[in-house]
């Protein structure tokens, strides 16, 4: 998963050094125009397919640590004896999973999955393209393609946390056998 997301965030710098390349040695602004909504889009489309997929593994590991939580909880069934044996979670909830993760119920926690860092550096990349692209090839006022990029960022990333909340929607189909609120062994 972190991968993904290192790939992406290289590739914003990448894309970045290329433009300061380009802007000092091109003597033609329609050659550093075009060079940089193609890559601006490039990586804008980039980093909506890194967060989908950081996004889906993200779902899935949640689901591989509620069900090792499930086994731990189950050998506590077991053997009781083995009660202080275990460091991690035995439930397999969302307290549970928080408790395995060592995170807190602070308001911060939730600027921290790597989706919401790749959402908000695409929609940065979504909104400087579309400010280049109204400021050069339409000829809108650089105020006005500005604030349309700004809106454009914004409401990308209203989508990408709407589109990650469907995402976490799906683990309703793997309710909790042993909740937290359940009497802990």
Do not use: C
């Amino acid at each position: 998963m972190q991968g993904r997301a290192t790939l992406f965030l290289y590739s914003v710098s990448a894309v970045l050094v290329a433009l300061g390349f380009m802007a000092s040695a091109s003597g033609s602004r329609e050659q550093f125009i075009v060079f940089s909504v193609t890559l601006l889009s490039a990586l804008w489309v980039l980093g909506i397919l890194t967060f989908f997929r950081v996004g889906q593994l993200a779902v899935e590991d949640t689901i591989i640590v509620f069900g090792i939580s499930r086994i731990r909880h189950r050998y506590l069934e077991l053997q009781p004896t083995l009660e202080g044996t275990f460091v991690r979670a035995i439930h397999d909830d969302l307290t549970g999973l928080r408790e395995e993760m060592g995170a807190s119920r602070v308001w911060w926690q939730s600027l921290m999955p790597i989706t919401t860092v790749v959402s908000f550096v695409d929609s940065v990349v979504g909104g400087a393209d579309l400010s280049v692209i109204l400021s050069a090839s339409m000829h809108v006022s650089l105020m006005i393609a500005v604030i349309a990029g700004v809106l454009a960022g914004v409401l990308n990333m209203i989508v990408l946390t709407l589109v990650s909340a469907r995402l976490w929607a799906g683990l309703e189909r793997y309710p909790a056998k042993f909740p937290s609120s359940s009497k802990a062994h």
